[in-house]
């Protein structure tokens, strides 16, 4: 058995369903090219109170029709959310309130349920519908052709 690095996570519990987010800030550049760059969906906490934040940044994470959250302090108890995705991904519920703003018990819930959500229209925009699609017309064409050869008389 070889050694593994141990990719920093924070791992939760929503709906259901065990969550697993990387943590970039703990991880190399090499592991945050590799790593971050293929995943579907990212959530940049940006601290600074009323900077702006430059969205082509994200442009370096990688050609997946990724979507991203920012997420900025408001005030002492809100939160300010914005949403930035690839022109590939079709939009996708839930809407955003009118004023994007959260106050800290509401966002969780809303993150991981959009999360939710822009997976799964990931597996439906290219390029990864072919990465879904494939294997499954492949597998269904297996079974086509072994059910075939017999003789069903």
């Known amino acids: 058995m070889g050694i593994t690095e141990e990719i920093p996570s924070?791992?939760?519990?929503?709906?259901?369903?065990?969550?697993?987010?990387?943590?970039?800030h703990a991880m190399g550049e090499e592991e945050v090219r590799r790593?971050?760059?293929n995943a579907t969906t990212g959530i940049i906490f940006h601290d600074e109170v009323g900077e702006e934040f430059d969205p082509k940044d994200l442009q370096l994470a990688g050609k997946p029709p990724q979507f991203f959250f920012l997420v900025q302090p408001f005030d002492d108890s809100n939160y300010r959310l914005a949403?930035?995705?690839?022109?590939?991904?079709?939009?996708?519920?839930?809407?955003?309130?009118?004023?994007?703003i959260f106050d800290g018990s509401q966002i969780r819930d809303y993150i991981l349920y959009k999360i939710h959500n822009g997976y799964m229209m990931t597996r439906?925009?290219?390029?990864?519908?072919?990465?879904?699609?494939?294997?499954?017309?492949?597998t269904i064409h297996q079974l086509a052709e072994k059910w075939l050869k017999h003789d069903l008389t």
């Open 124 to 138: 439906y925009c290219p390029p990864l519908n072919r990465m879904y699609g494939q294997p499954r017309l492949a």
């Open 83 to 100: 949403l930035v995705y690839r022109e590939t991904l079709k939009p996708f519920g839930p809407k955003l309130p009118y004023n994007y």
């Open 35 to 37: 790593e971050i760059g």
């Open 10 to 24: 924070f791992k939760t519990e929503w709906s259901n369903r065990s969550l697993n987010f990387l943590l970039a």
